[in-house]
């Protein structure tokens, strides 16, 4: 079946201005992430979606962060205001049901460039 | 504060050498530890993980050591070849923790022909 697929593949904004990236998680996963790299970094992790838990919101770096999910399946991470050091991959995954060490799969990643 | 540390940017091996990346990690609630493969342009891609409770896991040619006193675990890969050439990331996880991971910074591994 399909993977884990985000769009758009690039993103280039201007800083002040919001972004939305999409991310479409492998049918059936009920848990869903979302991680970001910085240039030289490793993956950091933003915020995490299981079932109709409320989500775990606690990597996002700021208020002008936040993601939705609908359901069990599509998933958005808006950026408001957006400022040059938001420029990074960020990434999707998902897992089957969320339990611990369970594999995650990740999507290609969305490549930010805020000017 | 970096949780999980990768201290070594690159390797290079030869092919059908073994390949060893390490990797430290300073949470001693850590309980499991996974190792995923990037290419370039592509997301990570899960290869092997061990549970704390154990000090070695092997798949193929892949094996995994953990070394819990000293918050040290490696992946070895033996025999190295090309298609292995990539970014390794060492992650970590807690049980209860929603399956999060906290990653390293990566390992760039080349292997030449």
């Known amino acids: 079946g399909a993977g884990v697929s985000q769009s758009p593949s690039n993103k280039v904004t201007e800083k002040g201005k919001d972004v939305e990236l999409r991310c479409d998680p492998i049918?059936?996963?009920?848990?869903l992430y979302w991680y970001r790299q910085r240039l030289g970094q490793g993956l950091e992790f933003l915020i995490y979606?299981?079932?109709?838990?409320?989500?775990?919101k606690s990597g996002l770096p700021s208020d002008r962060f936040s993601a939705e999910r609908t359901g069990e399946s599509v998933s958005t991470l808006t950026i408001q205001r957006t400022q040059q050091e938001d420029s990074a991959v960020y990434l999707c995954?998902?897992?089957?049901?969320?339990?611990?060490?369970?594999?995650?799969?990740f999507g290609p990643g969305t490549r930010l460039l805020v000017l | 504060d970096q949780q999980v540390k990768q201290n070594s940017p690159s390797l290079s091996v030869q092919e059908g050498r073994i390949s060893i990346l390490n990797c430290d990690y300073t949470?001693?609630?850590?309980?499991?530890f996974l190792w995923y493969k990037k290419y370039p342009a592509e997301g990570p891609t899960f290869l092997i993980s061990?549970?704390?409770?154990?000090d070695k896991n092997e798949d193929g040619r892949f094996t995994v050591f953990l070394n819990k006193s000293a918050k040290h675990l490696s992946l070895h890969i033996v025999p190295s070849q090309p298609g292995d050439s990539a970014v390794y990331f060492c992650?970590?996880?807690?049980?209860?923790?929603?399956?999060?991971?906290?990653f390293g910074t990566g390992t760039q591994l080349k292997v030449e022909l």
């Open positions: 061990i549970s704390s409770i154990k």
């Open positions: 979606f299981q079932g109709n838990s409320a989500p775990d």
């Open positions: 995954a998902s897992s089957f049901s969320g339990a611990a060490s369970e594999t995650q799969y």
């Open positions: 992650a970590a996880g807690l049980t209860g923790g929603g399956n999060k991971l906290t």
């Open positions: 049918s059936g996963h009920t848990a």
């Open positions: 949470n001693s609630m850590f309980d499991y």
